[in-house]
């Protein structure tokens, strides 16, 4: 029951991260709504792997939030030099 | 354990959701970056350790994840900092002091 109301409560948050990812007025708004949403995701992960028993999702999760660090780096070093 | 886990699992989802808020709520770039960083990656730890008590299978991939976590959040969410600022992205008009800005122009 509390990994049902968690998992809800996680899914709120990654709604209204996402409504920051789609109405954010630079692309560095953007580019921090997609760092939460990487770190929200995995934590979603975490948490449907421990609901449902299966422990292939916490593999997921650490390769989503590499993935994420690595590339959330390279689009800001990317944007340094292009909105100037 | 299992009420420690549950009670971590739910302590972080609701930082998560307070998260989300402050992305929805903050004027600019540095203040969404401060709230959104920091309050996912408490609730990402949070649950995370959480996790590892309620299931004891996961535990040693949840420590390497919150590790990995300490580790690169505060890299990642500094360097978008430090970019949105040389890119030229204004300030919030309430900012009262802008130190980066006093030591690019002590620098150059």
């Known amino acids: 029951m509390i990994l049902i109301i968690s998992m809800a409560l996680i899914g709120l948050a990654a709604l209204l991260t996402v409504i920051r990812l789609l109405r954010g007025p630079s692309a560095f708004d953007r580019l921090v709504a997609s760092d939460v949403l990487s770190v929200i995701t995995a934590a979603f992960m975490a948490v449907y792997s421990v609901s449902t028993g299966s422990i292939f999702f916490i593999d997921v999760a650490i390769v989503d939030v590499i993935i994420g660090f690595i590339g959330v780096v390279m689009i800001a070093r990317f944007l340094q030099g292009v909105l100037k | ?108």
């Open chain 2, 1 to 108: 354990m299992t009420i420690v886990g549950d009670v971590l699992i739910l302590l972080g989802s609701i930082f998560l959701v307070l998260g989300g808020l402050g992305l929805i709520r903050m004027p600019d770039v540095y203040n969404r970056l401060q709230t959104g960083t920091k309050a996912s990656t408490l609730g990402a730890m949070s649950i995370l350790l959480g996790s590892a008590f309620l299931a004891p299978g996961i535990a040693a991939k949840s420590v390497l994840l919150i590790i990995f976590i300490a580790l690169a959040n505060p890299i990642s969410s500094s360097t978008i900092g430090r970019s949105a600022h040389k890119g030229g992205v204004p300030l919030a008009p309430g900012s009262v002091r802008d130190d980066l800005k006093k030591n690019e122009e002590a620098s150059s």
